[in-house]
């Protein structure tokens, strides 16, 4: 299973041109410990929520990509009411359109290649390319179809376009982010933006996929037992080795300069599903990228999930 949780892949990510220190720091993420060591160092800026354990669920956290499961919901409500069918068809040429390159550690390329569209593809590969690979084009994209006020109801607060935040933060855009993207699709021309370093990339961070972590376990919760949605975040249990039989998992990561998260349902047979909310913001630039090169994260979501004494640990942190 651990092999598995590191495939699913966290690309809602401001490519960095920094390098990560060479040899590991004390504050390495390398395992489910030390990200339990981190949890219980830093509570103010970590969010932990699941059943049992509700720490900073009701502030406002950035949860990078992970903000892509409201994307997701939306979409699976408009298929319910017939707003949207998983079958229309969406131009590539569109959804290239909102692609600003170099931005989202290679998602938008890996999804054209898995897909390998002619000149459109079906809204629902489109949502699973915002799933399997987070591609922000395709989640700007998708907000901009079902509307932003749709979003914002499953949220409970505002939705941006990332793509938007990043061409008004570092592609030398002056507008609001809503205009900055919508005058970029418009032109059809893709900017490659001069990303600065860690540190203000990271500042930058903190400021935009704010959410309550609180309302993103409901948004989880709901979306575990949705056919449409539950397809798209277990694509993990599709890969060589997975076996639902065991252990079933659906599953949506983020990672942006200084943030990563993950929601996370993880379901074991005759026992009750637990949907998990993790999110480790203001993380220092090394040991951040210590968590990028290990999904430690991931693996403390299962282990808190599947060991009770792991658990109690975890829970005992944080009292």
Known sequence: ????????????LVATPTAPAAAPAPA???????????????????????RGISHNAGRLAPVASTIKIVHLAAYADAVRRGRAAPGDRVPVALWNAYHVPGTDGGAHEAALKRLAPG???????????????????????????????????????????????????FGGCTLPADACLKRYVKAGKQVTPALPDFARQAAWAATVTRVEPGVLRRVLAGLRKDPVASRHLEWPMRLPGADPAELRIGTKGGALPGVISEAMYTARPGERPRETVLVLH??????????????????????????????????????
């Open 28 to 50: 390495d993420l390398k395992d489910a410990e030390a990200v339990l060591a981190h949890i219980a160092a830093h509570p103010g800026d970590v969010a932990l929520v699941t």
């Open 119 to 169: 000149a459109s593809v079906t809204l629902d590969q489109l949502v699973s390319a915002m799933i399997e690979e987070s591609d922000n084009a395709a989640a700007d994209l998708l907000r901009d179809r079902l509307g932003p006020g749709e979003l914002r109801k499953i949220a409970r607060t505002g939705v941006g376009t990332i793509n938007g935040e990043i061409l008004r933060a």
């Open 1 to 12: 299973m651990n092999a598995i949780l590191s495939i699913s892949l966290a690309t809602a």
């Open 282 to 319: 203001r993380l220092p630039e090394t040991t951040w990228f210590s968590g990028m090169r290990s999904y430690a994260h991931q693996d403390f979501i299962r282990k808190l999930a599947t060991e009770p004494a792991f658990f109690a640990k975890v829970r005992a942190a944080l009292k």
